[in-house]
């Protein structure tokens, strides 16, 4: 095969890099945009929503509300949540997904990586022995077996049930 067509992904390609307005900022100003935003949960001082163009199904991250680019400008209790969250984010995933493994962990800068450098993310991703295949490996190409509205409920659920308590 020569190619194959992801035209969703041009929505990212072309818009991700000409934002006037910080998405992470954009998703935690309106709550009764939560579900249209894939905001699956809003702590005090950060929310978790589902990335728009995961690696694997599950696939979220932990973005604090206050705009920073570094660690070093957030305060101590916007870290220590983060890091409750993402705790937190190890059972519901399990719950849910029953992952192998987890990846956990930032890109700082964009020489590492970060899609969005201006506004810290932390992501956090259930992993399974073998989801590295072909298609991945060889292809570039993620094959995701859920959709992201899917996605959203059993993870909103989850938090729904717990009483959202980190």
Not at 69 to 77: I, M, N, T
Not at 110 to 131: N, Q, T
Not at 135 to 141: E, I, R
Not at 148 to 164: C, D, V
Request: glycine share 8%.
């Amino acid at each position: 095969m020569d190619y194959l067509w992801s035209p969703w992904r041009y929505a990212y390609v072309s818009g991700a890099a000409h934002r006037d307005v910080c998405i992470f900022c954009e998703m935690g100003s309106d709550p009764a945009r939560d579900r249209e935003r894939l905001v699956v949960h809003r702590g005090n001082f950060n929310l978790i929503v589902l990335n728009r163009f995961p690696y694997t199904s599950g696939h979220v991250m932990i973005a604090p509300y206050k705009h920073v680019a570094a660690l070093a400008d957030l305060d101590l209790e916007t870290l220590a949540e983060m890091m409750a969250l993402a705790r937190t984010l190890e059972t519901v995933l399990r719950n849910a997904y029953r992952p192998d493994g987890y990846n956990i962990g930032m890109n700082l800068g964009r020489a590492a990586g970060a899609g969005i450098a201006d506004h810290l993310h932390f992501h956090v991703l259930p992993r399974w022995i073998g989801d590295v295949n072909f298609m991945t490996a060889v292809g570039d190409t993620r094959v995701l077996p859920e959709d992201l509205n899917t996605s959203y409920e059993k993870l909103a659920g989850f938090f729904r049930q717990a009483g959202a308590v980190p």
